[in-house]
């Protein structure tokens, strides 16, 4: 075995390591961000993988630039694609390159080993001593190669396990979790530059020097990795708990909002059967009146008459008696405030959509609708009901105006648009509303919406019907 030979079977090994890394951060990424499966979503895998396949084809490029390099890249894409939002990117690059650096650390401590073991058996004197040094040195890499690969598969096997669905994260949730993350990485730079050391003329070797740093370097990095893997696994409890209590809270709200509702439908349709039931009366003092001729009383009963009716009568009649309900006691509220009320909403028969879900999305609209609208001067109110239909699909679109002070609930801008893949991380201040809605529409395989300009707020939300047969 020549020098060259092991020259380029140390670069064979090093376009390994990148491919290897690359498939790893392939593994990490998907199972932060499953349920963005798209073409477009392996953008950010292709161009991490180019970018360090092309910086390890350049031997005069340090390692630590590639990695760099490589995260900004990525970090880009995410600005761009999620809208300034880099908090799970940042620790999925973070976590990453803590497995990098621990199965680095496993692997390297199993390779000093045996390296060394084999050395001492080699006679310097013998004739081909260059040869035997330099094979010892290829066993040696191959199996670092074999173990850092093992255990890099190990972690992440271990991580998904642990992980199961994907988290939403916030800035605070990151330093938690990023912590370990960074004190590995630290370890591995460290432990990589106290290895070999030039003191004067001599050479400090650190596992020649201290033999027993051959284990204690793999136990303290096998002691990151299950804290790291510790901080996970409660911080995804922490999450599936506050869900519970949130999903709790939002079904609770749920059931008080349908109970006013049909509440008000039962005294509505109550109110019909007991005029039913008077009109025979009303009849019967009709004609006493018309008989004694005192049209005059007639006149003044009949339109005393009319104002009762008028009160009990629906203004929209949409076709189903839940959104009747619903729509007629939102206007009847905005007209108490002053807001324009524009509708148009025909729930049909065929419609497989559930009369109390429609019921939840008209509510909580609607609601947060003349909220906005009543801290504007009344000139500028209005609301707009539409119900479209495309295929299988119903769209409710809900515009109103309002005075373009929304904030989310971090404090930022609000965006031209919000989908509800990321109302989880940001949800407004009428938030428990919305995701009430946001919950109807992943029920129905739909989505959410959300648009707001300078003086217009506007909700869509759709809705896939099932097929009738």
Known sequence: ????????????????????????????????????????????????????VLLCLCSAIPGWVRYVVSAAVVLGYCYLKYKRHLEKAVFTLLLFYNFHGMSF???????????????????????????????????????????YTLSFILLVWVLKKVVKSPLSMN?????????????????????????????????????????????????IAALLCTGEMSAVYIFRKYKELHGEREKHFVEEQQMKAMKRRLEE???????????????????????????????????????????????????????????????NDKYQRAVKSGIAFRVRFEYRETDTISAFDMGIVLNNLLDNAIEACEKLEQAKRYISLILKRKNHFLLIEVENSFDGKLEWEDGEAV????KQSSLPDILMEHGIGLKNVKDVSERYLGYMDIKAGRDVFKVTVMLQQKEIS
């Open 415 to 418: 965006p031209a648009t919000r």
């Open 265 to 327: 439908a039962e005294n509505f349709y109550g109110g019909i059967r007991k005029a039913r039931h008077e009109m025979k009366g009303h009849m019967a003092n009709i004609k006493g009146l018309v008989a004694g001729e005192k049209y005059g009383e007639v006149e003044k009963y009949i339109e005393k008459l009319d104002g009762v009716i008028q009160e009990m009568d629906y203004k929209f009649s949409t076709g189903n008696a839940v959104t009747d309900v619903i729509i």
């Open 171 to 219: 800035w605070q949730d990151v330093m938690f979790l990023s912590a370990l993350n960074v004190v590995g990485s630290m370890l591995t730079w460290m432990v990589i530059d106290i290895s070999v050391v030039q003191i004067d003329k001599e050479i400090f070797l650190l596992f020649d020097q201290r033999k027993e740093m051959v284990w204690k370097v793999p136990l």
């Open 1 to 52: 075995m020549s020098q060259e030979g092991y020259g380029l079977f140390l670069k064979i090994c090093d376009l390994y390591h990148v491919l290897l890394q690359v498939t790893i951060f392939l593994a990490v990424w998907d199972i932060f961000y499953r349920p963005e499966r798209e073409r477009k979503a392996l953008l950010p895998i292709g161009m991490f993988a180019a970018a360090n």
């Open 105 to 147: 650390l496993f692997s390297n401590s199993i390779y000093q080993f045996m390296v060394d073991k084999m050395l001492l058996r080699l006679d310097v004197r013998d004739t081909d001593y260059l040869f035997h040094m330099y094979k010892s040195h290829m066993i040696g890499q191959s199996c670092n190669i074999l173990f």
